[in-house]
Every structure is written in structure tokens, then in C-alpha cells.
């Protein structure tokens, strides 16, 4: 979602901000600000394009200061247009930046237009901009530390803010509630950011702000009061951010690079398992897991195809019964809670509202036992669950998912070994085969990447067409639901997934020789069906694209494009099948010429419902 950067220092900070906005605009990118203070008034610049257009502006007018806040954004309230870009004045005197959205900012508005405040932007941010003003200059707050306080008292919704004005011309204010906002520390400065990232190599220092925490900076304090109006400590912990995480080095976009780089995730993901116990899972896992009878798993997007294909580990291997939820159709229906239900949320960023919120809901209804999936120790997703495994993908820059899901899929293939082995649905045989076959994973990997250029050869086809179907069964469905909306993301053209017995009930009548139609083959259980299916959609003219595994003897005919696996993976086999859905869509959207890495519309770390 949106990324926020903020200091204040001994030093000019255009630079640090500058850099800071660069490395979180993944977060965000339909526009991008900085304000400054500067000879006691304020300062800003404001692009709907992207930083780099900023940094121009900026370099233009050679802005500089010691205090400033800068934002990009993904645009809720408003639309993307240069009066809604933050940073968002109030009376030319006050200056915010806001991540999340407030609900009742229509009550607000009305409230503060009564009183004479003027609205230049469609965006709730205005609406704290003012509010915070109003408490100031009616008195009711003597400093803008108090104003803040009492003003995000008043807002229903989520936000992570950073304010400043410039009757108090070294201080800087940060509050949250929802979205994330941490504290730097510096020496003579201090800083704040969404994620630690924006600050690496600038400070190694951090401090985690908690729900409710309103943060006073100065250059050499660090004040923050809770909720409760208590003054709190938040522990100070050395994160140390790679910098270099966001270098392309010799790749053309992120979305290659983190697919190219998922061997090594998924092996740094295994680190440490040198066998299947609870503990990898914490320390309490052994007695959750013995205690529990079921499993609901709540996700969005990429992660909740992640929690398709774990069902049917979960079912076939450990049979523990399991549910899988869209998060945000979750919190918003009545189901029948189970006490005895773990409740696993899968996400790569830990700041997904939608599942927060529908983890909170679950929560609420009596299900106390939880475990988060989840690619970033310090998320609020991890802080909220008893239990955890972190993948280790690494930082993932590319809107779209890669690394992310095929992590998440190891670890829940991991999770599906521990409660088999604890119901005695695991041989020790069976275990060591499956360890072998987890460790060898990358390896395996590597072979399918070196289909590259034979996918390629077919992204030129694709290119050129509006719509695509994806066929998958079984433990392969999922991965035709994510490997359509890997295609759809990144180069727009409109794809669908269906189980492939599916077919002949209705998606059929769509096919016609202008519609490819990629079929995931792996030589399981379900092969014979599927050559069937192909028939199906061959005989009515259509023109299908096989992924296959070596074994599953499907050959090259008129209309049959087939390109070769590795030999059949068994279980882990999703994981393989991944890796060429992802390439498919990533070379169609290069063929296309889309911003591969920032789709349109779209953003990473969805922190608003
Ligand atoms: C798709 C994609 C999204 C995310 C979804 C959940 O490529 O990235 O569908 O998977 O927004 O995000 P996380 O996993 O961060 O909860």
C-alpha cells in the first residue's frame, strides 16, 4: 500500500528521504511527495508519475532541509491526480503524509467545514490534516504531540500518519493503527518509515510501533504513548535491511529476478530443518497440534492458492480436515467456529488487512489456536498468532507474487509432515523420502528454469491474444488459479482457471482457435483424464499449450504445444509446476510491453480493507 518516510536531523535529509521513497514505491506508485520545512515555511513537491519524475522536481529546485516527510501512494480516496498526492497541507502550516483509510472521514469533513476549513483534495488525509489544526487552534491542544494524540482518537479506520508543522520546527509526530510504522534511530536524528527498508544504510536501529502508539521525534528523543495515554518503551532491535535487496543487478525487472532467485528461497525457507518436529513451528506447536482436529486457513490472492494446494496435502496425508477461506469474504459471513480449528493465515507480507482482519474475526469466534505463514518476522500478522513459520524468500519488490508462493508452499508442505507425524501418518521411511525430496527441490527447480527460452518462444503467441483458459486437477488446480492470475496481473490479458474435468460444464463453449489454452500435465493419479480433457478442447479447434511431465508420455500434434518437465515430482510437484506459469506470464508482459513490475491499479502490501 502506501509508503511513508519521515526524519529529522542535524543534517539536509531531501537525499535520504529521496532514497527511502525510492526503495518502498513498490508499495505504491499512482503518485509520489516530499515536504519540507525550510526558512520556517513549508515546501513541497508532488508527481503523479513516478519518483524518479520527483527527484527531478527536486533536483530542480534544489530543495533542501533538515526536517521532511515523503510519501507514495496507492490511491483509495481520490484519484490519482497531483491535489490528492501527499504530502497534504492544512493551512499551509501543517503537513501529513497517511497510510490506510479513515472511515469516518465523511463526518469529519462536514464537522471541519462547519468550521470554516477548507477541502482542496478528495482524500480522507485532508480531513486529519485539518483536524489536527483545528485541535491546535481552538487551543484544546497546547502541542502538536497532544493534537495528534487526541485527534486519532476521533478516526475509525486505519492509518499510519507522520505530521509535522512549522510552529514546532524540530518535531515530527508519527502515530498507527492498522498499517505499519516503525522508528529509526539515528545518532542527533531520528527517523520514521513503513518498513525498514526505506532506512537501510542509514540506520540499523528500529523500534516497532504497536496499535494505538502516537510517537513523538526530536533529533536526539524518541517519546511514545500508547493508547491508553501511558507513556511506553518499544524495544529497539538491530533489523538489518539489505540495501542491496533492491538492486536489479543484472535482471530487467524484479519479477524475474525473484523467480529466477526461488531455488535459493526456498532453500534458505528449509534452513535449519534437520527434521520434522513441532518445534519448527514454536514452542508450543507440539501441544496445539495434538490438541487441534481441524484446519481453516485464511489468505488473499496468491497466499489463498497457497492454502488451495495445502488442503489437499493436509487431507490426503495428515487427514485433517481443512477449510480454506478467502480472508475477506470470511469476516464478512457466518460460518461455525470450531474451538479445536487452527487457524493458519498465509501471507508474504504480514500487513494484509483483509486476512488481519478475518484472523481477528476468527479469533473473536473462540478460535484461539493460530499460526502465520508469513515472509516478515516483524509483521503485525505474526505478532497477532501463537505460532509461526517464516519463510525466507527474501524481499519481494515485484507486485506480483513469486518467491513469496512457492515458500509458502514449502512451509506448508512442512506443516503437513509435522501433523502427519504426530497423528502416526508418517513413516519414518516416508519422512526421510519427503526430506530428501524438500532438499533436492532446488535443484529440481533449476531444470525448469532452464526451460526459459522454449517458454519464451511461446510468450510471443500469447502475446497476442485477449483472453486465456488455464486447466489443472487435483493438487494442479490451484496452480492453474495462480498461474492465471500471474498472467492476468502482469500482462492484462483476461485468464480463467478451471479443474479441467470442468470443462465440457460450460467454459467449452469459449474455446475457439484464438483462445490458448494452458494445461498443467503432470503424470499423477488424474494423466489419463487430463489427455481426455486435451482431446476435448482439441477436437473443438482449440490450441492448447502443455506443461508435462517427461513421464506422462503427452506428445507434440497439430494444435499441441508441449513443453517438457522434469520427470514427475509426486507430492511437491505444484511447486515445479509453478515456476513455468510464472515465466509464461512474465515474458508475455515484457512481449507486451507493461510495466511488469508495477501493474496497473495495483500494489503491493494491500493494508486497507
Ligand atoms: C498476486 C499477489 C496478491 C497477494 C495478496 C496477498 O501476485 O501478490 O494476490 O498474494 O494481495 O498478499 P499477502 O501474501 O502479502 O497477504
Known amino acids: 500500500m502506501c509508503g511513508i518516510v519521515g526524519a529529522v536531523a542535524k543534517r539536509n535529509v531531501v537525499s535520504i528521504l529521496m532514497e527511502g521513497l525510492r526503495r518502498l514505491e513498490y508499495r505504491g506508485y499512482d503518485s509520489c511527495g516530499i515536504a519540507v520545512l525550510k526558512d520556517g515555511a513549508l515546501h513541497r513537491a508532488r508527481s503523479v508519475s513516478r519518483v524518479i519524475d520527483l527527484a527531478t522536481q527536486v533536483e530542480a529546485t534544489a530543495i533542501s532541509s533538515d526536517m521532511g516527510i515523503a510519501h507514495t501512494r496507492w490511491a483509495t480516496h481520490g484519484e490519482p491526480v497531483v491535489v490528492n498526492a501527499h504530502p497534504i497541507f492544512s493551512c499551509d502550516e501543517l503537513t501529513i503524509v497517511h497510510n490506510g483509510i479513515i472511515e469516518n472521514h465523511e463526518s469529519l469533513r462536514e464537522e471541519l467545514s462547519s468550521q470554516g476549513y477548507e477541502f482542496f483534495s478528495q482524500t480522507d488525509t485532508e480531513v486529519i490534516a485539518h483536524l489536527i489544526h483545528a485541535l491546535l487552534q481552538s487551543g484544546v491542544a497546547e502541542d502538536l504531540f497532544k493534537a495528534v494524540r487526541l485527534a486519532t ?40 518509515a513503513s518498513d525498514a527498508l526505506a532506512l537501510a544504510g542509514t540506520t540499523d536501529k528500529f523500534a516497532y510501533l504497536e496499535e494505538g502508539d502516537v510517537v513523538a521525534l526530536t533529533r536526539d528523543s524518541v517519546t511514545i504513548i500508547n493508547r491508553k495515554d501511558i507513556s511506553v518503551e518499544r524495544q529497539v532491535r538491530r533489523v538489518h535491511a539489505y540495501s542491496g535487496a533492491i538492486d536489479l543487478g543484472q535482471y530487467r525487472h524484479y519479477m524475474q529476478k525473484e523467480i529466477i532467485e526461488q531455488p535459493h528461497a526456498i532453500a534458505d525457507t528449509m534452513e535449519g530443518v534437520s527434521g520434522i518436529v513441532p518445534e519448527l513451528f514454536g514452542y508450543e506447536a507440539e501441544h496445539i497440534f495434538k490438541h487441534i482436529n481441524s484446519i ?286 510464472q515465466l509464461l506470464a512474465y515474458h508475455t508482459a515484457c512481449a507486451r510491453g507493461t510495466d511488469v513490475d508495477k501493474p496497473r491499479n495495483l500494489a503491493k502490501s494491500v493494508t486497507v480493507e
Not at 500482462?491 to 482457435?513: C, F, M, N, R, W
Open 153 to 192: 482518537k476521533r478516526l475509525d479506520g486505519a492509518y499510519a500518519i507522520a505530521v509535522f508543522r512549522k510552529q514546532e520546527p524540530h518535531l515530527m509526530v508519527g502515530a498507527r493503527a492498522g498499517s505499519p510504522l516503525i522508528v529509526g534511530f539515528g545518532d542527533g536524528e531520528n527517523f520514521l
Open 296 to 581: 481453516l486457513i485464511l489468505a488473499c490472492g496468491t497466499s489463498y492458492y497457497a492454502g488451495l494446494t495445502a488442503k489437499h496435502w493436509l487431507e490426503s496425508l495428515a487427514k485433517i480436515p481443512t477449510s480454506v477461506e478467502v480472508a475477506s469474504e470470511y469476516r464478512y459471513r457466518q460460518s461455525v467456529p470450531n474451538p479445536r480449528s487452527l487457524v493458519v493465515t498465509i501471507s508474504q507480507s504480514g500487513e494484509t488487512a483483509d486476512t488481519i482482519v478475518a484472523l481477528q474475526y476468527a479469533k473473536a469466534l473462540g478460535q484461539k489456536h493460530t499460526l502465520a505463514i508469513c515472509n516478515v518476522s516483524t509483521s503485525a500478522m505474526v505478532g497477532q498468532t501463537t505460532l509461526h513459520y517464516l519463510t525466507r524468500a527474501g524481499v519481494e519488490i515485484g507486485v506480483a507474487s513469486t518467491k513469496a508462493f512457492t515458500t509458502q508452499l514449502t512451509a506448508l508442505f512442512l506443516l503437513t509432515l509435522t501433523l502427519a507425524k504426530l497423528r502416526n501418518r508418517l513413516s519414518t521411511a516416508e519422512e526421510d523420502a519427503y526430506l530428501k525430496q524438500l532438499r533436492h527441490l532446488p535443484m529440481a527447480l533449476y531444470s525448469v528454469l532452464a526451460l526459459e527460452p522454449q517458454i519464451i518462444a511461446w510468450s510471443d503467441d500469447f502475446a497476442k491474444c485477449e483472453h486465456a483458459l488455464f486447466l489443472g486437477r487435483g493438487l494442479h488446480y490451484p496452480i492453474a488459479l495462480e498461474g492465471a492470475l500471474k498472467l492476468k496481473e502482469v500482462s492484462y490479458i483476461h485468464a480463467e482457471a478451471y479443474p479441467a474435468g470442468e470443462l465440457k460444464h460450460g467454459p467449452l463453449a469459449l474455446v475457439t482457435d484464438k483462445m490458448p489454452v494452458v494445461t498443467i500435465a503432470p503424470n499423477d493419479a488424474l494423466v489419463e483424464k487430463l489427455k481426455s480433457n486435451i482431446q476435448e478442447v482439441r477436437t473443438r479447434g482449440g490450441r492448447l499449450y502443455v506443461f508435462a511431465d517427461a513421464d506422462s508420455n503427452i506428445q507434440h500434434d497439430d494444435g499441441v504445444h508441449v513443453i517438457r518437465m522434469p520427470e514427475h515430482y509426486g507430492q511437491l510437484s505444484p511447486i515445479l509446476h509453478t515456476v513455468p506459469l
